[in-house]
């Protein structure tokens, strides 16, 4: 069996691995065909019908369910295939909220980039009925809002929730004409098993969900999250000298773009005005601002006091494996005692 498979996509002749799907190849050679349901991390779906393309011989199909073949000619702008396109399209934009300009994902988002490439017309949308949403916001959850009014079902939260968190805490309901996502019973958000990941959130096409007092930064910094000692790898979005985004490094093999609450949201604690800059000392019953020379030395006078059991040592995920040795190495070797723990032992 050939683990490459060549075929052709607009007369153009393009390579592909055994198992990726149409679209998925498509993308992967700079070949845009609209899409809103499909995202790399997740099974394919086939829920927004986007997608479809022609094949020769075989007739319309969802790209992003087929997996290529040799052979295959393809075609991504015919009359059928744009008609399919556009309907589905002016489907969803009838009945969502087009307060783009007041949106936190304009510009950055992808039904946005599927009308660009359809052209939508405005007197074609006039003819449809619109079905003009007036869901109640939920704002529950500390971390980010969900607004259904703007949601177009692609299931991607949903999906994320279920095939890489596992913990399931939304789904369809009310199918029908009225399908939602809702978690059980339609709960908010905060109420339901929702563990605040934000991994929706990152992976949301609209403005369904969004993080609360979002900023699009100026630049990214590549770092390493100090939350725990997993080591995520993350990208820091700075604007004016503040962090206002955090996401997952994809090419990190640590966390591969995947991030937990304290990774995805914990950061305001950096520009705190609470925050210690500096080391503490007291000094005539009042704690003073000193230099980590004067603090460190305080310290190590203090430790010539103890000796045994009377010292113990409390070790920090938030550093390097290398460092624990040492802190180990000397808790047992320079202050003679095994009273060591470890905050990750758990």
């Known amino acids: 069996m050939l683990d490459e498979i060549k075929f052709a996509i607009d007369g153009t002749q393009i390579k592909a691995n055994k198992g990726d799907t149409i679209l998925k190849a498509a993308l992967k050679h700079g070949i845009y065909i609209p899409h809103l349901c499909d995202h790399p991390d997740l099974e394919p779906f086939g829920g927004c019908r986007l997608c479809m393309v022609e ?15 040799e052979g295959l000619e393809i075609i991504t702008e ?3 295939v744009n ?21 936190a994902r304009n510009t950055d988002c992808k039904l946005q980039d599927v009308a660009s490439y359809i052209g ?15 869901l109640p ?16 079902l692609c299931g991607i939260c949903i999906r994320t929730c279920g095939e890489i968190l596992n913990v399931g805490a939304i789904d369809f309901a009310f199918r029908g004409t009225g399908t939602l996502v809702a978690t059980v019973g339609g709960k908010p958000i905060l109420q339901s098993r929702c563990v605040s ?34 080591g995520c790898g993350i990208k820091l979005g700075v604007r004016g000298g ?27 604690f950096v520009n705190h005005p609470d925050r210690l800059t500096s080391p ?35 070790a920090s995920a938030r550093i390097t494996t290398e460092d624990n040795y040492v802190v180990q190495k000397f808790t047992r070797a320079v202050m003679g005692t095994n009273n060591l723990d470890h905050c990750a032992r758990l």
Request: glycine residues 8%.
């Open 55 to 69: 094949i020769k011989g075989k007739g319309l199909s969802i790209s992003c369910k087929v997996p290529v073949e």
């Open 242 to 268: 503040r962090i206002v985004r955090v996401r997952g490094d994809v090419n990190s093999p640590a966390n591969r773009g995947n991030l937990c609450v304290k990774g995805r949201f914990g950061y305001d």
């Open 280 to 314: 503490l000392i007291k000094r005539n019953g009042a704690f003073v601002e000193a230099t980590f020379e004067e603090a460190l030395d305080l310290v190590a006078s203090k430790l010539t006091d103890y000796k045994g059991d009377q010292f113990a040592t409390f």
């Open 78 to 80: 015919s009359p059928e």
């Open 137 to 152: 916001i939920d704002d529950s959850n500390p971390f980010f809002i969900r607004d259904l009014n703007k949601c177009v």
């Open 120 to 134: 939508i017309e405005e007197g074609r949308l006039k003819r449809l009925k619109r079905v003009i949403k007036d």
């Open 197 to 230: 990941c934000g991994e929706c959130v990152a992976r949301c096409p609209v403005g369904a969900l969004v993080p609360k007092n979002a900023e699009r930064p100026t630049r990214e910094v590549s770092t390493v999250c100090t939350y725990c000692g997993v």
């Open 83 to 103: 008609k399919v396109r556009r309907i589905a399209a002016e489907l969803l934009i009838a009945s969502h909220h087009v307060d783009c300009l007041e949106c």
